[in-house]
């Protein structure tokens, strides 16, 4: 079956900081992979998307680039802030596009930044 | 245009009682999902609904856990007889057909059972 592997947590950073959370994958097909944010308290909301090899999905100064050679969609940011403290989720969809598909999730990696 | 609605945001229930948990998907969307989280861990699938129909329950508990998508009104996640290893996170998001950029999560119901 499908399964998703984050490096394991916490994460403590200074500001400014480089920022990189592994996360690897297991998955039949051609899957589409995901990164989610989980600020305390509330729900998830998605940072960013990959649907196929070697896209590169970004947003708020995040990135990670669909690797289908290593099974990898690793998230980086070359310089966080305070306000990065969150879980970071890392999922994928086997049903690519399309709606209808389960999310498989990793088991979140805790960030925390210190000023 | 509101998001995913889910209520109640917090749920302390006695151990043997019913838990109701409610989510209204977003304007347009037909498509609802219920993930669990457990204490330090991530979310777990649990079913799939589309309007009057369960697409795929394969990751709801064989008993006491229940769910439904009626024509009008929210989607509902029922829990009977309750237990302390029900106590978790439970969140919906939704989805429709035209949305490829994964789902919209609400700010889910977290269940206290004592």
């Known amino acids: 079956g499908n399964s998703v592997t984050q490096m394991e947590g916490p994460v403590t950073l200074s500001e400014e900081a480089f920022l990189t959370i592994n996360c690897t994958y297991t998955a039949t097909g051609y899957p589409s992979l995901f990164w989610y944010v989980q600020y305390p308290g509330e729900g998830l909301q998605l940072l960013l998307k990959?649907?196929?090899?070697?896209d590169k999905g970004s947003n708020k100064g995040f990135e990670a680039t669909y690797r289908k050679e290593t099974t990898s969609f690793h998230l980086e940011k070359g310089s966080v802030q305070v306000s990065d403290s969150a879980v970071y989720f890392c999922?994928?969809?086997?049903?690519?596009?399309?709606?209808?598909?389960?999310?498989?999730f990793g088991e979140g990696t805790q960030l925390t930044v210190n000023p | 245009n509101a998001g995913v609605m889910q209520n109640p945001r917090h749920l302390v229930r006695r151990r043997g009682q019913e838990a109701r948990l409610r989510c209204s998907p977003m304007k347009g969307h037909s498509h609802v999902y219920w993930y669990r989280q457990l204490p330090e861990e991530g979310l777990k699938f649990m079913v799939y609904?589309?309007?009057?129909?369960?697409?795929?329950e394969s990751g709801m508990p064989k008993e006491r856990f229940s769910a439904e998508f009626p024509k009008e009104g929210p989607s509902i996640l029922r829990i009977q007889q309750v237990v302390r290893g029900d106590s978790a996170a439970y969140f919906c998001a939704s989805s429709s057909l035209q949305d490829s950029y994964g789902y919209t999560f609400g700010s889910g119901t977290r269940l206290t059972v004592v």
């Open positions: 609904l589309q309007k009057e129909n369960i697409i795929d």
């Open positions: 999922a994928l969809s086997d049903g690519g596009e399309t709606s209808g598909s389960r999310l498989t």
């Open positions: 990959a649907t196929k090899a070697d």
